[in-house]
């Protein structure tokens, strides 16, 4: 007798049979049992997960000589016939060869008729994505309007490319991918029968491979016993299918997580040997890391297709890497796998994308000190750090020497609220970048300004530009920051971050020390806005201002201050 492969031989002759599609054989047994049929079934999803198997047995449902049945006899001649594909009220068009629309026209012209023995006249079309537009326009009407014989059951695996004309006419059933855990038992049984061994490893390697699709892996599992002889080691079925060693994937994994760079290159290097695809072995470590970051929210172990020993080392791993560094993991390596995909150097570009996910363990300390959640210890020892040595400054010009201005009443900038009264040991710490400049002009307890303005540094620096071309000096009255004459940009800048010059000055004067904002003059006292025509009248006796006047033959009209605000060294 001919050899019958196994993807035929095993193909569903009954709802019971079809696997991994539960919700859609009890939706389409209780439709039979309550005589509820509709005039067109629409079946969409992957290759290999039933669909067309799921038509024909409908028909057979539908025209068995004990029903309608919620399952098919198989015993009786309609079963029989479409069972082997003879019977004449049951049509299978294949649309790829039958798309044009003459064909279609003559199709459902005939269709006008009642069948010749059955209960209905069943028309299954496959791959119906792949019919014409006009094609399709003259499919509508008959679908809309069937007599009452006929029913309409579509196939297909681009459901967007269907007409949402159709769809609306027809009752959809999206067949999902098969899990690989049912889809190996499948595959038990069916070594059982046929008397094949092979271990749970090897099944589970070819159900994995199947990647959802049950025709796919019942014919790399007959393409194996072939191969074997009807023997499957483990061994055959990692080469043949290019599996890999899942021990590799966890050694990887937990480099990564240590940030150790060079046991990431050694793995690359492995993957180089043995000769496997860079972009299927990213795509499996990818897969992987999924697992590892469901574990770590603390999924079952048991429904990670692993076997049982690896699926427990790999919980231990997740639970030690923890949630956050695995959902970082899992997101670098999402966002490289497009570049991996297209890169003409697949193992260069793997390599890369593996030793950047092993510099994210390094982010942590940083994040922490973004967030404000570093630990007081981390702190600490971030503070007992000597600080880089700070090059010397040039030596700058001293300012004119300007009146002496009496201190105005203490004001502050207005806040909405009371700033919280935040502890400056607890505050996170960074080591200082660059000395910030030095104001104009520092005046009492020039030490304590300067640490101040360190600090302030450390905490904002921006704000030490800022003060750059500002006066400093602590009184009794607190620390007062004097600005010059006519100066009215300074304040809104200051302002907004009025809380984190009050914490430095805590942080060096003590808590409760008051900083005062005091607009320079004359006469001590807060300069008017009309104090920019000062301005006006010094500008236009500057001698280059003067030079370029004569030149255009211009005048000064308004003075307005520029700054770059934040100075880059």
């Not at 007992?384 to 900038?413: G, I, K, V, Y």
């Not at 960074?430 to 302030?456: H, M, N, S, T, W």
Request: aromatic share 4%; proline share 7%.
């Amino acid at each position: 007798m001919t050899y019958q492969v196994l993807a035929r031989k095993w193909r569903p002759q009954n709802f019971s049979s079809l696997v991994g599609q539960g919700p859609i054989v009890t939706a389409l047994r209780n439709a039979l049992k309550e005589g509820r049929i509709a005039q067109a079934y629409l079946f969409s999803g992957i290759r290999g997960v039933g669909k067309t198997t799921a038509a024909r047995v409908l028909a057979k449902a539908l025209n068995c000589a004990k029903g309608p049945a919620a399952d098919p006899c198989n015993e009786c001649l309609p079963c029989l016939e479409i069972t082997r594909g003879s019977d004449l009220d049951v049509i299978e068009v294949d649309a790829a060869t039958y798309s044009k629309v003459e064909q279609v026209r003559e199709l459902t012209e005939s269709l006008r008729y009642g069948p010749a023995r059955d209960r209905y006249k069943v028309v299954v079309l496959d791959e119906v994505h792949r019919l014409s537009r006009q094609a399709f326009d003259a499919l509508l009407k008959i679908v809309e309007e069937p007599p009452p014989h006929l029913v309409f059951i579509f196939a297909t695996t681009e459901i967007e490319a269907v007409p949402a004309t159709i769809l609306s006419r027809c009752q959809e059933f999206h067949f999902r991918r098969v899990p690989s855990v049912e889809v190996a038992a499948l595959l038990r049984e069916i070594c059982t029968s046929e008397h094949i061994e092979a271990s749970e490893t090897a099944l589970r390697l070819v159900a994995r491979a199947g990647e959802g699709s049950v025709r796919d892996a019942v014919a790399l599992l007959d393409q194996l016993a072939t191969f074997g002889s009807g023997t499957i080691s483990d061994e055959e079925a990692i080469r043949l299918l290019g599996g890999l060693d899942t021990a590799l994937f966890g050694r990887l994994l937990s480099a990564i997580v240590q940030g150790d760079g060079a046991g990431v290159a050694a793995m690359v290097r492995r993957v180089e040997d043995e000769g496997w695809d860079p972009r299927h072995v990213y795509g499996q470590f990818l897969a992987y890391s999924r697992d590892a970051l469901h574990l770590s929210l603390g999924g079952d172990a048991g429904q990670v297709d692993l076997p049982a020993e690896e699926a427990a080392t790999l919980a231990e791993t997740a639970r030690d890497a923890g949630y956050e560094n695995l959902l970082r993991l899992v997101h670098q390596l999402l966002q490289s796998e497009a570049t991996v995909r297209r890169s003409e150097t697949g193992a260069l570009a793997v390599e890369i994308a593996w030793l950047r996910a092993a510099e994210l363990p390094k982010l942590r300390r940083v994040e922490e000190i973004l967030s404000g959640t570093a630990s007081t210890a981390n702190a600490a020892s971030a503070a007992a750090r000597p600080a880089p040595a700070r090059a010397p400054e040039p030596a700058r010009l001293a300012p004119a020497p300007r009146p002496s201005a009496a201190p105005a009443p203490p004001t502050a900038p207005p806040r909405e609220s009371a700033p919280p009264k935040t502890s400056t040991a607890a505050a996170p710490v960074a080591p200082a970048l660059a000395k910030p400049p030095a104001p104009a002009a520092v005046q009492g307890g020039g030490d304590r300004v300067q640490a101040f303005l360190d600090e302030l540094s450390r905490l904002k620096q921006p704000l030490v530009a800022y003060l750059e071309e500002a006066e400093l000096r602590f009184t009794e009255h607190g620390l007062e920051i004097v600005s010059h004459p006519g100066d009215h940009l300074l304040r809104p800048k200051l302002h907004r971050s009025w809380q984190i010059i009050e914490q430095a000055a805590a942080a060096v004067w003590g808590p409760g020390t008051a900083v005062q904002l005091i607009e320079g003059s004359g006469t001590g006292k807060a300069a008017p806005p009309e104090l920019t025509s000062v301005k006006l009248e010094l500008v236009a006796e500057n001698p280059t201002v003067q030079t370029v006047l004569e030149i255009f033959q211009g005048r000064v009209e308004r003075v307005e201050e520029h700054r770059s605000g934040l100075r880059e060294d």
